[in-house]
């Protein structure tokens, strides 16, 4: 057990260089390093000690990553420094009333073992370790406007989002079709997360709009759109009059040269759709508010919550590479302390 | 006068064929013919027998003309028979107690002379002769979200809606820029109906996105979207975080053999912007309480409408197809038969 005061030592996963746009993440793009910290707040701080236990591998890690112009409401890291992302950690010292030493937190925080947090603004007290993405809160203000009997399609229904949102729209008494990336997850899509139907969209690939006509044969009224590209074309032909599409990100399209054009938006006039954005950013502040609501489903067994857990910093950067290819089997943490992990 | 019993000419125009999909609708896709109607409703029946004075030239006909495969909704015409669209005509004889003789009323109508209106679900009295797209009606919910100094473009501004929208958003308190296919539309815009800016997007071609931030350095908060393609690219580029699109069409894109694909739909999530699809097939109920709110406001010249005049059935071909190369000016009607014209 590190003691206050010591010097220790600090594995950290730094970024190598800015990625070049329309490139993938890549391991090669990230290293690991050891230095050392000292185990001390400065005098009068107001700032927080940290050990780093588990780390989420969010996909808007890669738009810093890329220094992507106009991006704003990040906390924001360059070359030669560690990435940073959503975590939770243990306190070890703080500077702020709000905490005390071993209090479990959640926040924005670096990719090393231990951390002194500055700017701990987006922390809160997690009596839990529930490391997903916030993403999902934002969506939770869309589960009541589903409806019961309503035709819901959600793409990359197998990540940390998807999952849920699935979930959450049969609890709502949808019926709900999920697509995914290997006949694995297409399994356990039907056989451990309750979905009525899934199926292996890289065996589609010739024909989204035949695949998804075979299980919508009326149409879909509501679509959790999680990939873009050639999938919410497909889409766009099948949504019903009024229906609702939700993005809270497009990841087929953030690491190709040259993004497929949506040809069929002009559907959105004709059938009466809406699309609507948005993303984790809005909601970190209900954090707390999703937990109360998720995490009793979870204990009741009412929702399953699959993680692939990678252990230790050293294989954090294949982890959050394999996000864009699609290598990870649920949400993606990367373990960097052992901790007992239970909902 | 003619006279109710009387066999007289009825001119109509015809739909020739139906349009290949992707095809500009031309003059030469109708047919202008002159044949006999019988000015007498058959007995006990509940039709009306009307004289047509105005029509409506509106994009959405040529959804209709080219049969496009899963519409619902419209009324229907097939190759042989009379186009049929949006107009106002007088009764000459009435078979529902709701109207009589020498009422004005508005609904969709034949391209013809006279008619004998089987179906007049669609019909309503109209105290005036307000002819334009009900499509603007869908408007008024979005103008009271409208708020005071935000930045609001419409494209297509020129046209039957633009020009209400953008006037609509100027009286709301907004900066209002409008984009228009000729400098003598973009002369209109800026000097007869009181846009901030207004400029030739044929002339920004090569750049909608440089043009866009020259007139919006702060950004888009809410753009009206008629013509999609490129430009609805280079808007998504230049919106801000939470704006808002509002579409009722995007004429750019239904006379092209291949749509322009929309490549920055990804920006939707990170922005977390609002798409919204309407037509006026979900507002025509209320095309009475829109005339009320829009006529006051053109009588006390708060708001001018501008329209382009097309005078007989037999330029009716060419106004219509005009519609696609815009080559109107302002709203495009078609008088029928001489009536005085005023609001």
Chains 1, 2 share one sequence.
């Not at 890291?77 to 071993?102: N, Q, T």
């Not at 990359?156 to 290997?182: H, I, N, R, T, W």
Request: with cysteine; aromatic share 10%.
């Amino acid at each position: 057990m590190a003691e206050i005061g010591s010097i220790i030592s600090n594995k950290q996963v730094i970024l190598k260089h800015y990625v070049a746009a329309g490139s993938a993440i890549k391991e090669s793009d990230m290293y690991v390093t050891t230095t050392s910290i000292t185990l001390k707040l400065p005098e009068g701080s107001n700032a927080l000690l940290i050990k780093t236990l588990y780390l989420s591998c969010d996909p808007f890690l890669q738009f810093i990553m890329k220094n992507t112009p106009g991006l704003t409401g990040y906390t924001f890291f360059s070359p030669g420094s560690p990435i940073c992302g959503y975590g939770v950690a243990k306190v070890l010292e703080s500077g702020r009333p709000e905490f005390k030493k071993d209090d479990l937190v959640w926040g924005l925080m670096g990719w090393e073992e231990y951390s002194l947090v500055t700017n701990s603004q987006s922390f809160s007290k997690s009596t839990t370790l529930m490391y997903h993405s916030p993403t999902i809160q934002g969506f939770l203000n869309e589960v009541s406007r589903l409806k019961k009997g309503e035709y819901v399609f959600v793409s990359a229904a197998s990540g940390a989002v998807g999952q849920l949102v699935g979930q959450f729209a049969k609890l709502a008494g949808c019926y709900v079709v999920g697509s995914a990336g290997s006949e694995e997850k297409v399994d356990m899509l039907k056989n451990k997360l309750g979905f009525d139907e899934a199926f292996n969209y890289k065996l589609e690939d010739e024909d989204l709009d035949a695949a998804l006509k075979r299980y919508f044969s009326e149409g879909i009224d509501y679509y959790f759109e999680q990939v873009g590209g050639k999938m919410l074309d497909a889409v766009l032909l099948n949504m019903r009059n009024h229906g609702r599409i939700v993005t809270c990100g497009m990841i087929s399209q953030y690491n190709v040269p040259q993004p497929h054009g949506i040809v069929n938006l002009m559907l959105v006039g004709l059938k009466r759709l809406q699309i609507l954005g948005f993303t984790h950013r809005d909601h970190d502040h209900v954090y707390n508010n999703f937990l109360d609501f998720v995490l009793p489903l979870i204990r009741n067994k009412k929702i399953t919550y699959v993680e692939d857990i990678a252990h230790g910093l050293d294989n954090a950067p294949t982890a959050l590479a394999g996000l864009f290819t699609g290598r990870n089997f649920g949400k993606q943490l990367v373990a960097v302390a052992p901790h007992d992990h239970h909902y």
